[in-house]
């Protein structure tokens, strides 16, 4: 069946734009997670939802940074005012939602790059 | 807090060779689960196995073994006969059982790479 899909794979931006990232988790999993792998901060955890709520938001870096899951499908990632920062890989997981056996499968990225 | 270490940033073998990734953990709780991941060139993060905490038995899935040791809090990863295409970056990972998620905490990767 088809995987973790995100859009765009890539996207470049000017510093102070915002933008949104978007993730289609594997049909029938209900947790979704965002994590950022960067140079320097390696995999690190964003965001988790459950559902259409988001028990877990303690990974987003700052308040610039959103998101949402609507039909508890679709997510989308919002970066307000970007920074250079902010450039990085954004990587999309999604899981049965079975607490502590899951396994969380990945989507191919969306590449950000800042200038 | 949760803690995992993969102390070798990188590798190179010739192929045929075995090599091993080492990862080792921290954790308070008494449930967790570890896993591995691979990341090719192509940058998708490709999962390999998952353990539970109460599962000490090694796993060996043809080229690839995993040797579990709650002793020495470790979950090192084995590839017998490595092949160029097994060139990659390998993550070890913990998940936070004991929060609201189980979220997973990553090593640093190792940077794998099989010579012809």
Known sequence: ?115 | AQKVTQAQTEISVVEKEDVTLDCVYETRDTTYYLFWYKQPPSGELVFLIRRNSFDEQNEISGRYSWNFQKSTSSFNFTITASQVVDSAVYFCALSDYGGATNKLIFGTGTLLAVQP
């Open chain 1, 1 to 115: 069946g088809a995987g973790v899909s995100q859009s765009p794979s890539n996207k470049v931006t000017e510093k102070g734009k915002d933008v949104e990232l978007r993730c289609d988790p594997i049909s029938g999993h209900t947790a979704l997670y965002w994590y950022r792998q960067s140079l320097g901060q390696g995999l690190e955890f964003l965001i988790y939802f459950q559902g259409n709520s988001a028990p877990d938001k303690s990974g987003l870096p700052s308040d610039r940074f959103s998101a949402e899951r609507t039909g508890g499908s679709v997510s989308t990632l919002t970066i307000q005012r970007t920074q250079q920062e902010d450039s990085a890989v954004y990587l999309c997981a999604s899981s049965l939602g079975l607490a502590g056996t899951d396994t969380q499968y990945f989507g191919p990225g969306t590449r950000l790059t800042v200038l």
